[in-house]
């Protein structure tokens, strides 16, 4: 196979397409309501930026040539995976994009649905907040992170297009549910995670990213069955491909990890310098939700 035949390996597939352009359009029309009401730190163009680039990254993992090519390099399902777990969520987070996706809303319809789901009285805030503790985001997180790949639990998703779905859709989701804590983004129903135990948070998902990437690079036998009988693309074996998608996981996994406690430090050692105590900054606040104008009644 070549390059060119390669990057014309599209997967149009109309049920990711559609909500990523939905998701797309909702976050744009809260996004451009906001500006207009002269809120520039809620809708900044680089909120709107990570957002999009977030959206973006989900459609080449499930659309672009990676998809499809898949299916038969281990290395290549890893940077799939890569997408869909430590690049695209945070991103996605560092948008904030709960409250510009009440913003998209008409008033009378932004105000029910604000109070109704995550009023401080909502019923749903409380079944909410007490699922998605901390801990609990943790360990489902590390739990599907982990469990998936198992070899046979991999190898079995990998013959089968609906539970290769499911995969996609518990890793996309328990790394949402992850990295909402990690970058505090609104609706924050949680509580105060201080810095430092955010930072620990943080970084104790990168011994168990590196620890499962080093297994599988330094595997000296082909850990994934399914692999072994498909086509072998650019003369690379199954042990070579095995190993890369390892130094994958390894390298880039934390690499994401670590860049994101680097600025995590950087942002507390500025805050410290400008005495912000009072208010310390972080990346979305349940108070957007309730920018000036937002329980107004009457026609948007």
Do not use: C
């Not at 035949?5 to 809260?30: H, I, K, M, N, S």
């Not at 309501?33 to 909120?47: D, F, H, I, N, T």
């Not at 518990?170 to 609104?186: E, P």
């Amino acid at each position: 196979m070549t390059w060119w035949q390669v990057l014309r390996l599209w997967e149009w597939r109309w049920e990711v397409v559609f909500p990523l352009a939905v998701l797309g359009y909702l976050y744009f029309r809260g996004w451009k309501r906001l500006r207009q009401r002269g809120s520039q730190q809620s809708a900044s163009p680089r909120r709107l930026a990570a957002y999009w680039t977030g959206l973006f990254l989900i459609f080449l993992a499930l659309v672009s040539p990676i998809a499809p090519l898949s299916q038969y390099l281990f290395s290549v399902h890893m940077v799939q995976h890569m997408l869909l777990i430590m690049f695209a969520p945070p991103l996605l987070w560092l948008g904030n994009p709960m409250p510009l996706f009440l913003w998209a809303l008409p008033r009378p319809q932004r105000r029910h649905w604000g109070l109704g789901i995550f009023g401080p009285q909502a019923a749903f805030r409380r079944y909410l907040k007490a699922l998605t503790t901390r801990k609990i985001a943790w360990m489902a997180f590390i739990a599907i992170y982990i469990g998936w790949h198992d070899p046979n639990l991999y190898s079995l998703a990998l013959a089968y297009p609906r539970l290769h779905d499911v995969q996609h859709l518990t890793y996309f989701a328990a790394a949402m549910l992850y990295w909402w804590h990690v970058t505090n983004a609104g609706p924050r129903i949680h509580g105060r995670f201080s810095f430092p135990s955010r930072l620990v948070y943080l970084l104790s998902a990168v011994p168990v990213n590196m620890v499962t990437g080093l297994a599988i690079a330094f595997a000296k036998v082909p850990m994934y069955a399914y692999y072994r009988t498909v086509p072998r693309y650019f003369s690379l074996s199954v042990l070579d491909d095995q190993r890369l998608a390892g130094m994958v996981m390894w390298i880039f996994g934390n690499m994401m990890l670590i860049y994101a406690a680097l600025v995590f430090v950087a942002r507390y050692i500025s805050q410290e310098e400008r005495k912000t105590a009072r208010h310390p900054y972080h990346l979305g606040t349940e108070a957007q939700m309730r920018a000036p104008g937002w329980e107004e009644s009457g026609s948007s």
